[in-house]
């Protein structure tokens, strides 16, 4: 979609949504989360965009607490992070994140209502979680837990992940255009990762602008002391094998 075109829309959405009154939640969400996590770190980050106090429950899955009955009776998939609202159970990252941002979003420039738009920031999502985030998880994954050596076969696939989502990036400031969105909080706490494990990003020009661009976007809600912190929590055990 042309940039103009782009920029119009999200103008006249951003404004009409600006004049809605905004709703909070009648108590705090309740996320249950392991600190170095990325989905969870993603969650949080959203939450202080929009403004949200979160209570916090630590879930300590090396010692079984996602394995116990009332956590799978809460979420049978016993996966981190878990959102409860009021007795409203969601659990998966990136839903979490759309449903924060559609409850409670002062305007929808986090997750559009224009259908086009939010087309856009659905896409780079399912890009997210079926192809970077995978292919980020297939390498390291088993470097990290496991203690497996570097495959290069899946360094490739990761390269040309991040090739692709450079090519999105050409001639916007985010990734699904020019006002950031839950897609770009998803796909960053990968990035990080990648920059706290020290893999080179340097051919990837619109990548690594946009990684310092939107830092610098998230520094005021938590960038450091969330997601630079987990990435940091993350590469240390890297640096033990």
């Known amino acids: 979609m042309d940039k103009t075109v782009i920029e119009k829309i999200q103008s006249a959405n951003n404004a009409a949504a600006r004049s809605k009154s905004n709703k909070m939640p009648v108590q705090a969400i309740k996320l249950y989360y392991v600190p170095p996590s990325p989905p969870c770190r993603a969650v949080m980050m959203t939450a202080k965009v929009l403004g949200l106090d979160l209570d916090l429950v630590l879930t300590n899955v090396m010692e079984g607490q996602h394995m116990t009955p009332e956590y799978m009776k809460m979420n049978p998939q016993h996966t981190v992070p878990t959102m409860d609202d009021n007795g409203f159970i969601l659990w998966e990252s990136r839903a979490i994140m759309a449903y924060l941002a559609n409850a409670y979003g002062r305007d929808d ?3 559009p209502k224009n259908p086009r738009l939010r087309a856009i920031v659905d896409q ?4 997210d979680i079926g192809t970077l985030f995978l292919r980020y998880a297939n390498l390291y994954i088993p470097i990290l837990f496991r203690g497996a050596e570097m495959d290069p076969e899946h360094v490739d696939k990761l390269n040309e992940a991040l090739g692709w989502l450079n090519t999105m990036l050409e001639g916007h400031a985010y990734v699904a255009g020019e006002d950031l969105t839950i897609a770009d909080i998803s ?6 990762n990648l920059e706290a494990f020290g893999h080179d990003l340097s051919a990837y020009e619109n990548v690594v602008n946009w990684f310092a ?3 610098k976007t998230l520094e005021p809600y938590g960038y450091n002391e969330i997601d630079r912190a987990g990435g940091e929590i993350l590469s240390s055990f890297l640096k033990k094998q």
């Open 109 to 111: 420039s986090l997750y």
């Open 124 to 127: 780079r999502l399912n890009f």
């Open 187 to 192: 796909i960053i706490v990968t990035i990080t």
């Open 213 to 215: 661009r939107t830092k």
